[in-house]
């Protein structure tokens, strides 16, 4: 046991919480954009495998032409097709009134399948993209050195709250998910406020899986968002859909998964139970959070 807290005081056990919190935090905030305005999206998973995938992929292909500036490309390029995916979940659950989470489920199983097949007409393999020689920088110091998505992933919850509760666009992103027939009819286009919420979570999304692809990694692996997006989507949850709850629940989840790992060195425990750890803290804090406080027209197709 004291060896565990010698390793939990580390800096490396630091370096390894922060890199697991980032990706969560992103993926969680994109949800609660779409969750807000009323849209449920249990896609955020197949978001984060489709950035990452699309972040390797077109960093790989740039390389020889951009250079340097290839992987920041990439992540732009894993952010709009994110966009893109989200998206879609937004034109089948709005425009045509489809189940929101059949649609999302439908994106999660095209995430398992697609990028295997897009690999294997690329590079013969079905379960990786060859090594980026240029991945995203590294900024800071010793061990606590982090690629730029980490530090926008802190930068966004400021940001979300900020939008959220101080500018005009916030009030009809959570009138649009409250009451949007009374939002409707104070001139807000419901629609719209949903559309660009749905792809805001899936930029965010993409965002997380270009960070674990050419921002943790230098390629991307098969199952290489290990369920991150379903902890998420927990967090988000767990956070009761708000931007500081939101982090302070990444945070937990963030170290389950860091101790997970440091656990995973050691005999202090099962490795089956420490691989499982962070995913029965997820369902043992979802059964004591419910969804007392979920946005009141989640779900509900708007038929104004």
């Known amino acids: 046991m004291n060896e565990l807290f010698a390793q939990l005081l580390t800096t490396a056990f630091l370096a390894t919480f922060i890199r697991s919190v980032a990706p969560l935090l992103l993926t969680a905030l994109g949800g ?17 495998i489709f950035g990452a995938l699309a972040g390797a992929v077109s960093t790989k292909v740039l390389e020889p032409s951009l250079g340097a500036a290839a992987p920041w490309v990439g ?12 998206w879609i979940h ?47 920088p ?25 939008v959220l509760y101080r500018t005009p666009y916030g009030l009809r992103l959570r009138a649009t998910g409250e009451q949007p027939g009374a939002a ?34 230098d390629s991307y692996v098969r199952n290489i968002s290990a369920g991150m997006g379903f902890i998420a989507l927990a967090a988000l949850i767990f956070g009761q859909w708000k931007p500081l709850g939101v982090l302070g629940a990444t945070v937990l989840f963030g170290f389950l998964q860091a101790l997970s790992i440091t656990l995973g060195g050691t005999n202090l425990l099962p490795p089956t139970l420490v691989t499982a750890l962070p995913y029965l803290i997820t369902i043992i804090a979802l059964i004591f959070t419910g969804r007392a406080n979920a946005p009141k027209a989640i779900g509900k197709p708007y038929e104004g």
Do not use: C, H
Request: aromatic share 10%; hydrophobic share 55%; glycine share 12%.
């Open 32 to 48: 609660l954009f779409s969750e807000r305005s009323g849209v449920v999206n249990i896609a955020l998973d197949g978001l984060i």
């Open 75 to 86: 992540w732009l390029v894993g952010m709009l097709v994110g966009g893109l995916i989200a």
């Open 90 to 136: 937004a034109v089948v659950s709005i425009k045509y009134r489809a189940d929101q989470v059949i649609s999302g489920t439908a994106i999660n199983l095209l995430a398992t399948g697609v990028p295997p097949v897009i690999l294997t007409a690329l590079y013969g393999s079905s379960t990786e993209s060859p090594k980026v020689e240029r991945a995203l």
């Open 138 to 162: 590294l900024w800071g110091v010793g061990e606590l050195r982090f690629s730029p998505p980490v530090f926008f992933a802190f930068l966004v919850v400021a940001l979300t709250w900020y």
């Open 184 to 217: 409707a009819s104070m001139g807000v286009n419901v629609r719209r406020m949903r559309y660009s919420a749905v792809v805001l979570s899936g930029i965010l999304g993409g965002t997380a899986g270009v960070f674990l692809s050419i921002g943790n990694l």
